[in-house]
T-cell receptor, first 114, second 114 residues
């Protein structure tokens, strides 16, 4: 079975540009999570969806960040405008609610904003 | 609120030594799940094990073993006869109550020297 798929794997952009990160969860999983990993703050949850509905977005750092899940097999995390402090690795993870609760992570997108 | 503490920032051992990674957690919920994830140098997050709060039975999987003690709020991870391939950052994580998001510890960097 395919795992969580993220694209792109690496993104380098200039400050002020819009960045869109993409995620395809594992088929059959109905919860999806976006995390950010930095040296300073470690792994932190940005937002999570259950059945395509955003449940908790308290971790989204500011209005420049937005996330959508238009259907069960696709989610995006957008940063507009991007800033150098947004440089991090962004992970998407998915799980099944009502059953096993471990989350399975994608390979991550390494974002560099110059 | 929930919290996970991994007091060991870095550990270095010589191959074939046994090593234990400590994890202490805090939660007010009586139902919770504990996890260990491995992050090798390639960067992906790999799920290793899940434990629920009602099952204190220790678990062994090959060279890996986990010791869950509710009395001390600890969920420690031991690698027996360590190998160079075990070199990675190991994260302990917690989810509790109705929450689905993971709270991660800060991670322990394990280096196994040949």
């Amino acid at each position: 079975d395919a795992g969580v798929i993220q694209s792109p794997r690496h993104e380098v952009t200039e400050m002020g540009q819009e960045v869109t990160l993409r995620c395809k969860p594992i088929s059959g999983h109905n919860s999806l999570f976006w995390y950010r990993q930095t040296m300073m703050r470690g792994l932190e949850l940005l937002i999570y969806f259950n059945n395509n509905v955003p449940i908790d977005d308290s971790g989204m750092p500011e209005d420049r960040f937005s996330a959508k899940m238009p259907n069960a097999s696709f989610s995006t995390l957008k940063i507009q405008p991007s800033e150098p402090r947004d440089s991090a690795v962004y992970f998407c993870a998915s799980t099944q609610t009502g059953g096993r609760v471990e989350q399975y992570f994608g390979p991550g997108t390494r974002l560099t904003v110059t | 609120a929930q919290k996970v503490t991994q007091a060991q920032t870095e550990i270095s051992v010589v191959e074939k030594e046994d090593v234990t990674l400590d994890c202490v957690y805090e939660t007010r919920d009586t139902t919770y799940y504990l996890f260990w994830y491995k992050q090798p140098p390639s960067g992906e997050l790999v799920f290793l094990i899940r434990r629920n709060s009602f099952d204190e039975q220790n678990e062994i999987s090959g060279r890996y073993s986990w010791n869950f003690q509710k009395s001390t709020s600890s969920f420690n991870f031991t690698i027996t006869a360590s190998q160079v391939v075990d070199s990675a950052v190991y994260f302990c994580a917690l989810t509790s109550g109705s929450a689905r998001q993971l709270t991660f510890g800060s991670g322990t960097q394990l280096t196994v020297l040949p």
